[in-house]
């Protein structure tokens, strides 16, 4: 499993899956990510439970960036291959 990689313009974004953003939300205090990330705490939830939504590619990415950042198990990079 990869992350994907989504270019707009002259941006570059490593988004992970859908699957792994559910397992890096796991066991986080929402309202903490929210107030991280600049994300409403209702997306949040959404994201954390896999609902499929139109979600933009900055909230993916922030996410992405957070779970990434702030891994619990600093030996999981989400770096999949």
């Not at 986080?28 to 990330?37: C, D, I, P, Q």
């Not at 705490?41 to 499929?52: C, F, I, R, V």
Request: proline letters at 1%; aromatic letters at 12%.
């Amino acid at each position: 499993m990869r992350f994907l990689t989504y270019k707009t313009g002259e941006h570059m974004f490593d988004i992970l899956s859908q699957e792994q953003i559910v397992k890096g939300l796991k066991d986080r205090r929402l309202y903490a990510v929210a107030e991280a990330t600049n994300i409403s705490y209702p997306t949040l939830q959404m994201l954390a439970k896999g609902e499929d939504k139109n979600y933009t590619i900055h909230t993916l990415y922030a996410v992405s960036e957070y779970i990434r950042d702030n891994a619990i198990d600093k030996t999981d990079t989400f770096n999949y291959e």
